[in-house]
């Protein structure tokens, strides 16, 4: 697997994504233009909520299948999908069911009321559609068709964005529900249609892979679960201590630094994580991990520089004016975003050779130390609270991440990429300092220019010079 490939695979999931976040960023202003930040917040709340029923119910299907299909030989694909279409059909049921039991009490925990107990019920009828697309598109990345998941990506971004707009604009907080259990059908629908040309023939279920795929999901379930429940509980600990406005000034610099990126973690899971699966040894799936590791810098830099350097004419664009107070916030989960870049891959290495354990253990104590700090920090430093606890739980993540590497690798990161991280963070780092003595707006647009120059050259460079050898 050469590093262009690496590249190339990153940059087509990432124009989808682009197109995605693009529609995704007018539906929030149509949402912060009508309803401002508190709806906003709703609609994170909304999103978070479907996010922890999925994480639960979903048992990690989507990651544990792709794993499944993708280390098969030929010979015992079709015996490992008809393993998963079954335990994806009962989880998709179970996710139904736990979806109608929970929607009262969670509305009354998180808002005190059952004023959007209805909200929730509709976004919970999305869970089960996404975890029966988990099945097909497992299929797709499983034989490499990353150029159908891209399609399947923009579908969706496009159709959502068309029928949700109006729902939101007519039916308010309503319609934002209606929106998200959209965009959950749609994929849905759009993935079994083009995963038909590669799905085998039935035959019976081998209770083991049954046996097997619960396993792995466990540990998938569990990390993923505790991912989503703590985002969820930082934003009822506002709700709590700030109000739902406050939720949205949070959402919207999370979205933001989080979704922008975005097409580098969507590229991971969909072409890296097979890839480094089926990788020969640890050495191989350390090198892939380093070459991803180079790619997501390149690729991000001058999304990051942007960020940080015009942050405010970015939460303006893509909100509004109400939301100066996401502006400080979003610098602060810029570099937070900035250490996952280089801390995923290597968790995605880990997960996708059998660290199970590991993963549970590192990732839950992650995600409970990053409650824990952001309640401690929330009476001191308000908002800003939340997103110095996100930096210092990714750089705890990223040390301990790296000793395990060694551990298992018998290898540190390589010179070649402890300095590209380090050429990475000083570009940025001299880009958001001179926003302090540059006060004009062309500053950021000239300082994301000169670093959009460097990440090409970087491109061409290590493209031309470093190759890896093709996996299957």
């Given at each position: 697997?050469?590093?262009?490939?690496?590249?190339n695979s990153s940059?087509?999931?990432?124009?989808?994504?682009?197109i995605?976040?693009?529609?995704?960023?007018?539906?929030?202003?149509?949402?912060?233009?009508l309803?401002?930040p508190?709806?906003i917040?709703i609609n994170?709340l909304?999103?978070g909520?479907?996010?922890n029923?999925f994480?639960?119910?979903g048992?990690?299907?989507?990651?544990?299948?792709i794993?499944?299909?993708?280390?098969?030989?030929?010979e015992?694909k079709a015996?490992k999908?008809?393993?998963?279409?079954?335990?994806?059909?009962q989880?998709s049921?179970?996710?139904?069911?736990?979806s109608?039991?929970?929607?009262?009490?969670?509305?009354?925990?998180?808002?005190g009321?059952?004023?959007?107990?209805?909200?929730?019920?509709?976004?919970?009828?999305?869970?089960?559609?996404?975890?029966?697309?988990?099945?097909?598109?497992?299929?797709?990345?499983?034989?490499?068709?990353t150029?159908?998941?891209?399609k399947?990506?923009?579908?969706?971004?496009?159709?959502?964005?068309?029928?949700?707009?109006?729902?939101i604009y007519?039916?308010?907080?309503i319609?934002?529900?209606?929106a998200?259990?959209?965009?959950?059908?749609?994929?849905?629908?759009?993935?079994?249609k083009?995963?038909?040309?590669?799905?085998?023939?039935?035959?019976?279920?081998d209770?083991?892979?049954?046996?097997?795929?619960?396993?792995?999901g466990?540990?998938?379930?569990?990390t993923?679960?505790?991912?989503?429940?703590s985002a969820?509980?930082i934003?009822?600990l506002?709700?709590?201590?700030?109000?739902?406005?406050?939720a949205?000034?949070?959402?919207?610099?999370?979205?933001i630094s989080?979704?922008?990126p975005g097409?580098?973690?969507?590229a991971m899971g969909?072409?890296f994580?097979?890839?480094?699966?089926?990788?020969?040894?640890?050495?191989?799936a350390?090198?892939l991990?380093?070459h991803q590791?180079?790619?997501?810098?390149?690729?991000?830099?001058?999304v990051?520089?942007?960020?940080?350097?015009?942050g405010?004419?970015?939460i303006?664009?893509?909100?509004?004016?109400?939301?100066?107070?996401?502006?400080?916030?979003?610098?602060?989960?810029?570099?937070?975003i900035?250490?996952?870049?280089?801390?995923?891959?290597?968790s995605?290495?880990?997960?996708?050779?059998?660290?199970?354990?590991?993963?549970?253990i590192?990732d839950?104590?992650?995600?409970i130390?990053?409650?824990?700090?952001?309640?401690?920090?929330?009476?001191?430093?308000?908002?800003?609270?939340?997103?110095?606890a996100?930096?210092?739980?990714?750089?705890?993540?990223?040390?301990?991440?790296?000793?395990?590497?060694?551990?298992?690798?018998?290898k540190?990161?390589?010179?070649?990429?402890?300095?590209?991280?380090?050429?990475?963070?000083s570009?940025?780092f001299?880009?958001?300092?001179?926003?302090n003595?540059?006060?004009s707006?062309?500053?950021?647009?000239?300082?994301?220019?000169?670093?959009?120059?460097i990440?090409a050259?970087?491109?061409f460079?290590?493209?031309?010079?470093?190759?890896?050898?093709?996996?299957k």
């Open positions: 697997m050469t590093f262009k490939r690496i590249l940059i087509l999931m990432g124009g989808a994504q682009a995605t976040l693009a529609c995704a960023f007018v539906r929030s202003k149509l949402i912060a233009v309803l401002g508190a709806g917040g994170g909304l999103t909520y479907s996010g029923i994480a639960l119910a048992w990690g299907l989507g990651t544990s299948g794993r499944s299909i993708a280390a098969a030989t030929e015992y015996a999908f008809a393993a998963a279409k079954k335990f994806g059909i989880l049921w179970f996710g139904l069911i736990l109608i039991i929970l929607f009262i009490p969670v509305a009354q925990l998180t808002f009321n059952l004023d959007y107990s209805l909200e929730i019920f509709i976004t919970g009828l999305g869970v089960p559609c996404l975890i029966l697309t988990s099945i097909f598109t497992a299929v797709l990345q499983a034989h490499g068709q150029k159908t998941l891209a399947i990506q923009i579908i969706t971004a496009f159709i959502s964005l068309v029928l949700g707009l109006p729902l007519f039916f308010k907080t319609g934002i529900a209606l998200l259990f959209i965009t959950a059908v749609t994929p849905l629908l759009a993935s079994w083009f995963s038909k040309a590669y799905q085998p023939e039935p035959v019976p279920v209770p083991a892979d049954l046996t097997q795929l619960r396993k792995l466990t540990a998938i379930m569990v993923g679960l505790t991912y989503q429940l969820y509980t934003r009822c506002l709700v709590d201590s700030m109000g739902i406005s406050a949205g000034f949070y959402q919207a610099a999370w979205a989080g979704a922008l097409f580098i973690f969507s969909t072409d994580f097979p890839r480094v699966a089926a990788a020969e040894d640890e050495n191989k350390r090198e991990s380093e590791i180079l790619a997501a810098l390149i690729l991000a830099l001058p990051l520089a942007g960020m940080l350097t015009m405010k004419d970015t303006h664009l893509l909100y509004s004016n109400q939301f100066d107070e996401s502006i400080p916030m979003l610098s602060w989960l810029t570099w937070a900035f250490l996952r870049l280089v801390s995923w891959p290597l995605y290495w880990l997960l996708a050779r059998g660290s199970s354990q590991t993963i549970i590192l839950c104590a992650h995600n130390s990053l409650v824990v700090m952001t309640f401690f920090l929330i009476p001191f430093f308000g908002l800003i609270g939340t997103a110095i996100t930096i210092a739980g990714q750089v705890i993540y990223l040390i301990i991440m790296s000793i395990i590497v060694k551990k298992r690798s018998g540190f990161l390589s010179s070649k990429v402890l300095g590209a991280i380090l050429l990475a963070a570009l940025l001299i880009a958001h300092a001179g926003t003595y540059f006060t707006r062309y500053f950021g647009v000239i300082s994301t220019l000169i670093i959009s120059a990440s050259g970087l491109y460079y290590i493209s031309h010079y470093t190759t890896t050898p093709n996996t």
